[in-house]
């Protein structure tokens, strides 16, 4: 074969396995929500679930999956941002950097569930947490940190030197420098790397079986006192997510219904997901705009 | 000594900030490293107790073929799901490595910007899909499918359904390694290239591929390893039967699916509950092999 037509052959192989892959990814969006769309309805978004009958909704999962990203993110975004701030304008190259640098490497790629079962062993029986709200965001937050202070430390390491170099010139303190001259800068990044982050928590399952737990009490929506068992936000309650009860439905599947309502979470779930990307793009767009006057994001 | 007082005080209020900076900061990592710290003592030391305080023997945990851990003489061989996880793995590997190379060349060779404009997107998009969604998707049209193939003579569980499921969920990961290392190539390796008349794909097969091939292998094992550790969509499409995996269609079981399955069926303290943790052990033992492959490679990378 001579080098033209093997150029040709090779060409149109790598460009029928990248069309194959877009036509991969339409068909799994296209199964996910012509399936699930049908069974969404006002009622299926706020009623609760059932365990034996059909008609089943996933409202108190629903809450739950957004409830426990707001904890997790409470816990994630102070630590995460410390640290992250830490490897981008405290450390200096050298053993300690490595190794931090190596920890981080480290959490990143343990599996989720080694996560989920450390917090099951530490949190809710050793801390007596119990399968709980709290639980589940300790477990998800230390899921989610190195994510996080990697994107932290990608975001202030990208603002411009000068602008650093400008607050070193005026005498301002390198803590002053950092929140007064580099935070603003690094904030649009920071967001669309936040909220990208919060959309993979939103998915997480394999965590929360042991954490957060495979039950929700019944629920009292006119009951906000923290403190009360079945308060939506009582942070010490079970709560069942979203996507554990994708899985649950699945694996035991005692609802007739089963099918159906596992394809309408699926969908709201994707929805949900494809909403968190389109809002990071978004949003860090905008702020960019509010706070530095120009049109476009680098 | 009047001009010095002011300045006295802002060097005060300097060092103050600065020790909130610091003091903050580093309690962050401090807290990175105590939390990794904690995790690898507590699995290890529930992990390790099946052979210390149970007396399972560690060759029995390996290499034993046999799992029946409730049985009159309960027996921990764990190698079937040792095998499973193996296998899954590698099979995704193979799977979604060409592909995703292939991925990464269409969008920085073959079609430069347009192409990265479309499959960009797509590939964030897959990564995006939560694992039970690939699960549920797995369940609910693969495994028909694949048992329709067989001609009903199996339900279609097995590592062949795990393997495609991961090969899609690890797509993402190796395409974006690979492209990254594709764009960081020096511009005048390809153009020294087509100036001695090569063809395009006599340049990537000679001089691109060959010179990324440690960063092509590190989204590889990268890949791998997150194959690995993946628990509920696997679990939901192979089957869960403690066999070592003969055929791509027969139910088989993971490390993560017996721990799936079984965490909470089984009682804090007993050796049935500790081995569990020992199969948690495996996972961070072998997550740290796979970070300890990444860095050998890293270290042999040509740029």
């Given amino acids: 074969m001579n080098a033209k037509t093997a150029d040709k052959l090779a060409t149109g192989i790598i460009v029928f396995f990248a069309v194959l892959i877009v036509a991969i990814l339409a068909g799994l969006l296209g199964i996910i929500l012509f399936r699930g769309i049908a069974h969404i309805d006002w009622h299926f978004l706020t009623s609760p679930s059932q365990n034996m009958k059909a008609g089943g909704g996933i409202g108190p999962q629903l809450f739950n999956s957004l409830f426990l990203l707001v904890l997790t993110m409470i816990i994630t975004i102070p630590i995460g941002l410390g640290g992250g701030i830490y490897m981008a304008e405290y450390a200096r190259e050298g053993k300690v950097t490595a190794f931090i640098r190596l920890v981080v490497e480290v959490l990143s790629s343990f599996p989720s569930i080694v996560v989920g079962l450390f917090g099951l062993l530490l949190f809710v029986n050793t801390f007596d947490l119990g399968y709980s709200l709290l639980s589940g965001a300790i477990a998800l937050a230390i899921f989610n940190l190195p994510l996080m202070v990697r994107i932290t430390e990608q975001s202030f390491r990208a603002v411009p030197r000068e602008q650093k170099e400008a607050g070193l010139a005026l005498g301002l303190s390198k803590w002053k420098i950092i929140t007064s001259i580099l935070l603003p800068v690094a904030l649009p990044s920071l967001i669309t790397g936040t909220i990208l982050a919060a959309g993979r928590v939103f998915g997480e399952a394999a965590a929360l079986l042991f954490t957060s737990g495979m039950t929700t009490p019944p629920l009292d929506f006119t009951d906000w006192n923290p403190l009360h068992p079945r308060s939506p936000i009582n942070p010490l309650r079970p709560a069942e997510t979203l996507a554990v009860h994708i899985w649950k439905l699945n694996s035991e599947g005692v609802v007739p219904d089963a099918k159906q309502v596992a394809a309408g979470a699926s969908a709201v779930l994707v929805i949900m997901v494809l909403l968190f990307n389109l809002v990071a793009r978004w949003f860090g767009r905008f702020v960019y705009r509010k706070i530095t006057a120009s049109k476009r994001m680098e | ?303």
């Avoid at chain 2, 087509?194 to 440690?214: C, D, E, F, M, S």
């Fill in chain 2, 1 to 303: 000594m009047e001009n010095t007082k002011p300045a006295s005080r802002g060097f005060a209020r300097h060092r103050r900030e600065d020790l909130i900076g610091k003091t903050y900061t580093y309690l962050c990592v401090l807290m990175l490293i105590v939390v990794i710290v904690s995790i690898v003592y507590f699995v290890a030391s529930k992990g390790l107790a099946t052979f210390t305080k149970d007396g399972v023997s560690l060759a029995e945990f390996l290499f034993g073929r046999s799992w029946n851990p409730t049985g009159d003489t309960p027996s921990f061989g764990a190698l079937p799901f040792i095998a499973g996880s193996f296998v899954v793995s590698m099979l995704a590997a193979l799977i979604a490595g060409p592909l995703s190379i292939c991925a990464a060349l269409f969008m920085t060779e073959i079609v430069p910007g347009k192409g990265k404009r479309i499959l960009q997107p797509a590939i964030e998009l897959l990564s995006g899909i939560p694992s039970v969604v690939y699960g549920f998707i797995g369940l609910t049209v693969l495994i028909p499918f694949i048992s329709s193939l067989t001609g009903g003579t199996s339900v279609g569980y097995g590592v062949g359904a795990g393997a495609l499921v991961l090969s899609i969920m690890i797509l993402p990961t190796i395409t974006s390694i690979a492209a990254d290392a594709l764009t960081s190539l020096p511009r005048g390796m390809r153009e020294a290239s087509y100036a001695l008349g090569a063809t395009r794909w006599q340049t990537i097969y000679r001089v691109v591929l060959p010179t990324l091939a440690p960063s092509l292998w590190t989204g590889i094992i990268l890949g791998i390893a997150r194959a690995f550790g993946e628990a509920l969509a696997v679990q939901m499409v192979i089957g869960n039967a403690p066999f070592l995996p003969t055929s791509l269609v027969q139910s088989a079981s993971t490390l993560t699916s017996v721990i799936t399955l079984n965490m909470s069926n089984t009682v804090t303290g007993t050796v049935q509950n500790n081995v569990l943790w020992s199969m948690a052990l495996m996972l961070l033992f072998m997550t740290f092999v796979f970070i300890i492959a990444v860095r050998l490679l890293q270290r042999r990378n040509k740029l």
